[in-house]
């Protein structure tokens, strides 16, 4: 039944919601499920009965982050923009602001890449997602690469979009190490001087 439906999944967010809560605060390694049950203010079974195991909670949790820190829109502004490089430095503006305004997600973030050395779904869930967030920064490379051949010479557009991501990534873990000296916009101008700044090889 339509009404049924939407009430379980209301709880699962609302488990969801209090797993967010408990890994952020105690951490990957101590989240349990009765301690999730207790944040959502639910019993234990109700939990178990929508997630099966801690395990199968872990990878709701992980799709949820990813979700949060893994995904991004073109949007009109951006496709607005004509001159390719232009357009993919107002893009790694975005994802630098994006990531680096969401501390806790990207702490989590790196929280499921330690539990992932020692679990292998969980590694192999993330770097799909990573792999897939690299290739959606192609056509948009691409691009840059094809519009100036001379200043690209022997640039790949597989190398450009894996400087691309670090750039962004590493936006993100300095953000989390060094939250008090960070600074996204010194970050970011860097980061557009030396991708605009790429000279023939």
Known sequence: MPGAKAGEDERKEQILEAALVVALRDGLERLT?????TEAGLSHGLVHFHFKSKARLLAALL???LDRTAAFEVGPDI?????PLERLLTLLRQEMRRLTSDRQAIHLFFDFWLLGTRQPRIRARMRAELERYRKAFH????????????????VSTEGLCAVVVAFIKGSAVQSVIDPQCFDVRDFTKAAEALLSGLATR
Not at 33 to 37: I, P
Not at 79 to 83: I, N
């Open 63 to 65: 799709d949820r982050l």
């Open 33 to 37: 499920v009765r301690g999730v049950a």
């Open 139 to 154: 056509p948009m490379v691409a691009a840059v690469v094809e519009a100036d051949p001379d200043r690209f010479a022997g």
């Open 79 to 83: 496709v607005r923009v004509t001159p």
